[in-house]
C-alpha cells in the first residue's frame, strides 16, 4: 500500500509517498480502505517547516528531552548517541489524522462495525489502508459525501473547543483565526444557535465565514475592529472567545481578553503566547481555558487503544462522541465542509497540496488526498528469497521500536557471524526505512510470515510488552530459538501455559536479562573469593509521570513486572544458588492496583544466604541509579551503574576499576552469547531454566505483597503448572545459574 510521510529535518516541505506493507490488525482495531483523508494545513505544515536549529532548541528547552539525551550519552557513548540522533532526523514520519473509507477487516473484539460500512477514522495518516482503534472509528451514513467525513478529527476539535468554552443557545462567540480549525468552529457555533463572529486578516477566510453565517467578520489588521465587536455586542463584548490562530505574539490573546466580557471565557485552541496584560484578564474575571485534542479519552492509552469506553451517563462526551456528533450535523446539512475544499489530489501527487499550503497559494482552507480502489494489501514485502549464507546465523525481529534501533541493531550489524533476515513490526514504517541498509529479505506485519522463513533460525521479539506472550508460544512453535526481551509475560496465567509448553516442546529460549552480561559483573565475580552470602541491590530512578506506559495496566504492569527480573536474575547469579522462597512489600501506600506499583522491596531467601531488591522512585543526579553490593567472607564489592566498581578485603584498601563516566550494561556481549549458543559453540548464556526462574520469582513477589505473605517458590511453582489442568507428578525445575551455557546447534 501506498503512505504518505514527512522528513524531519526537510525544511521545503517534501513529503515521500512510500510502499509498505498492509497494517496488522490488532483486536481493538478496524482495517479501512480509504478514500479520502484530511490536509491539516496548520498542524502538519509545522512540523514540515521546523529546520535542524528549530529542532535543537526545542530539544534543549525540554528538561525531560535533555536528561534523555545525556542518558544516552552515559549508556551507549557520543558517537552512538550522535547516530541515533541523526537517524531520528532523517527517518520519515507518519502524518495526517483525519479521513474516511470502507470497513475492510474488524479485529477480534470489535463490535458494532460491519465489513463493507463506510466510516470515517481519526488518529491514523494519509494511507491507502489505515488501521484506527475502535474510539477512533465511527460510522458514516449513506447521504454523506466521503469527501466531508474526511473532516471528521478537525470537526472533533472544533467541536470540543465549543465544549470548553461552555457555549449556551444564543450567545455571542468570537472565533479568532478562521483556518480549517476555525471555520469548523464558527459552522459549529451557528449551528448550536450561537451569534458567530469571525476574526481574521485573510480576507478570504472571513468571507467564507460570512458565507457559512457569521454575523459580523472583523480584520485584526484594520483599525476600529475591536470597537466594530464591542458595538455588535452593545459595548459587553462576547460572550466566548475561541482562539484558532497560531502566533509568538501576545497580541492575540490580550485583545481576546479585551473583546470578552466580564466573566467570559476565552479558550486556546492553537499555539498563543501568553504575555498577557493582567487589566482585561483579573478585572473582567475572564476564566482562560485550553482545548486539547477533540474530548475525554485524548492521550489516555486504555481509551486511545479501544480496551475501555467511559459510561455515558457519566462522561457524556468522549472523543468519540465528538467525532459521531460531527458527522450528525454533517448529515443533517448543518455543517457543510465544501466551500472549505480547495482542492482533491491524488496520492501520487500528494506533494502538490503541501507545496500549495506552504506557497499559500491553496485557494482555500483545506485539501484531501485521494486513493484508489484497490490498494495492495499484502502484508509482506520481499526484496530476495535467498537462502541463508553459509556459516551465517539468520536472525529475524519481531518488533522494531527505538531499544531495537538504538541498542540491539548496532550491536547485530557488528557481528559478521549474523544475518539478518526479516522485520515483523505492527506498521512497518521504521523496517522499510533501514530495510535497504540492512540487506533484510523480508518485511512483514504478519509473524507467522516472518516465521516461515526457512533461513531464519532464530527470532528477538522486542515488540510491546503484552504482545510477548503470543509471539513467544508463535516462535516455539515454529521451531526457532528465542531472545526475547522482558519481560516474559505480563500476566500470570500465560506464564502457567509458558511453563507446561516448554516443558512439552523444549528449545532454545533465553530472556533478555542483559545486566549479567557487563564485563564488570564479571570482574566482581572474580573479585570474591566465595559467593557472597549477602547482596543488596538498589535502585533509585526518578518518578514517573502517573500515565506512563510502563504503569498501564495492560501496556506495562508496574514496575516490578515490566523491570523486576533484571535484579531478581543478577541477584540469583551472585548468590549462585536458587531461591527457597520470596518475601516483598510495597513501600508506601498498596496501590488499588499493583499493576501501578512504583516502589518495592523483595527480599529473595536462600539456603544460607539472602538478596534484598529495593526499588524506589526517589533518584537524583549525581548518585547512582543502580547500585549493586555483594558480602561475602572478608570481602565487600560496590558495583554503581555497572560502570565503577570497588573492592574492599582483606588489605585494608580498596581497589576501583572504572571511572563511573561510561556504563557498560551487557547488551552486545549478551547477543554475543546468543549467537554462541545458536552456532553450539561455548557460551555462559542464560538458559530458560534461568530466565523462567527470574520471571518466578517476579510473580512471587507481586503474590506476596498482595496476600502480605512469604512465597515459597517450589509450592508456587507447582501451583502454576497444576492450572487450570492438572498435571501428573510434580515437575521440578533445576534452573542453570552458573555458565555452563545453552546450545542450539543449527550446522
Known sequence: MKQVFR???????????????????????????????????????????????????????????????????????????????????????????????TVLALGDRVEGLEIGQTVAYAASGHAELAAPHINHVVPVPDSVDLRHAAFVTVGGIAMQSLRRADVQFGETVAIYGLGLVGQLC???????????????????????????????????????????????????????????????????????????????????????????????????????????????????????????????????????RNLEEFIRLVAIGAVNPEPLIAGVYPVERAQEPFDAIRQHTLPGVAALISYGPDPDRSQTMRSSSRPRVEGKVGISLIGFGNHVLGMHLPNLKAMREVELRGIASATGRNASAEAKGLGVSIITTDVDELLADEGTDAVMICSNQPE????????????????????????????????????????????????????????????????????????????????????????????????????????????????????????????????TLCNFSVTLHYDGAAATVTFNESGVPGFPRERISAFAKGQVAILDDFGKLTTYGPGGKPRTKGSGLHKSM??????????????????????????????????????????????????????????????????????????????????
Not at 64 to 93: C, D, F, Y
Not at 538 to 551: E, G, K
Not at 732 to 742: I, M, R
Request: contains cysteine; hydrophobic residues 40%.
Open 186 to 320: 464558527a459552522a459549529i457555533a451557528k449551528a448550536a444557535g450561537c451569534v458567530v463572529v469571525g476574526i481574521d486578516v485573510n480576507p478570504k477566510a472571513n468571507e467564507l465565514a460570512a458565507a457559512a453565517g457569521a454575523a459580523l467578520v472583523v480584520n485584526p489588521a484594520e483599525s476600529g475592529w475591536k470597537r466594530r465587536i464591542s458595538d455588535f455586542t452593545g459595548k459587553n463584548g462576547v460572550d466566548a472567545t475561541i482562539i484558532c490562530a497560531s502566533s509568538d505574539s501576545a497580541e492575540i490573546i490580550n485583545s481576546a481578553m479585551e473583546i470578552t466580557r466580564r466573566q467570559g471565557r476565552v479558550v486556546i485552541v492553537g499555539y498563543v503566547k501568553l504575555d498577557i496584560h493582567p487589566k482585561s484578564f483579573l478585572y473582567n474575571e475572564i476564566d482562560l481555558r485550553y482545548s486539547r485534542a477533540y474530548g475525554p479519552g485524548s492521550y489516555h492509552a486504555g481509551y486511545e487503544k479501544g480496551r475501555l469506553d467511559y459510561p455515558f451517563g457519566y462522561v457524556r462526551w468522549t472523543e468519540k
Open 7 to 101: 522528513r524531519v529535518i526537510d525544511r521545503r516541505g517534501r513529503v515521500l509517498v512510500a510502499d509498505l506493507p498492509a497494517p496488522h490488525v490488532g483486536p481493538d482495531q478496524v482495517l479501512v480502505q480509504s478514500h479520502y483523508s484530511l490536509i491539516s494545513s496548520g498542524t502538519e505544515m509545522g512540523t514540515l517547516s521546523k529546520t535542524p536549529a528549530e529542532l535543537v532548541r526545542q530539544t534543549v528547552s525540554d528538561p525531560w528531552m535533555r536528561n534523555v539525551v545525556k542518558q544516552t550519552i552515559l549508556a551507549t557513548g557520543p558517537s552512538q548517541t550522535a547516530r541515533r540522533v541523526w537517524h531520528e532526523m532523517i527517518t520519515p514520519r507518519e502524518i495526517g489524522y483525519s479521513g474516511a473509507g
Open 468 to 595: 510477548h506472550y503470543g509471539h513467544l508460544r508463535a516462535a516455539v512453535a515454529a521451531g526457532k530459538a528465542v531472545f526475547i526481551e522482558k519481560p516474559m509475560v505480563t500476566q500470570l496465567d500465560d506464564f502457567a501455559e509458558l511453563l507446561r509448553l516448554m516443558d512439552a516442546q523444549p528449545t532454545l529460549v533465553t530472556l533478555g536479562l542483559n545486566r549479567r552480561y557487563s564485563p564488570l559483573v564479571d570482574e566482581l565475580r572474580a573479585a570474591l573469593q566465595s559467593p557472597p552470602d549477602y547482596v543488596e541491590y538498589m535502585i533509585a530512578n526518578p518518578p514517573l509521570p502517573a500515565d506512563h506506559w510502563s504503569l498501564d495496566p495492560v501496556d506495562g504492569g508496574g514496575r516490578l513486572i515490566s523491570e523486576g527480573e533484571h535484579f531478581i536474575d543478577l541477584c540469583n547469579l551472585l548468590i549462585g544458588r536458587r531461591p527457597v522462597s520470596v518475601t516483598a512489600r510495597a513501600l508506601g501506600k498498596l496501590p488499588d492496583d499493583l499493576r
Open 666 to 747: 551487557g547488551h552486545a556481549e549478551e547477543l554475543q552469547q546468543f549467537v554462541s549458543a545458536l552456532k553450539g559453540e561455548p557460551n555462559h548464556l542464560l538458559s530458560w531454566e534461568g530466565s523462567a526462574l527470574a520471571t518466578l520469582c517476579v510473580f512471587a513477589a507481586q503474590e506476596s505483597i498482595r496476600l502480605g505473605a512469604e512465597i515459597d517458590l517450589d509450592q508456587f511453582h507447582r501451583s502454576l503448572l497444576a492450572e487450570p489442568q492438572p498435571v501428573e507428578g510434580d515437575v521440578a525445575p533445576d534452573p542453570s545459574l552458573d555458565d555452563a551455557g545453552a546450545s542450539a546447534s543449527i550446522g
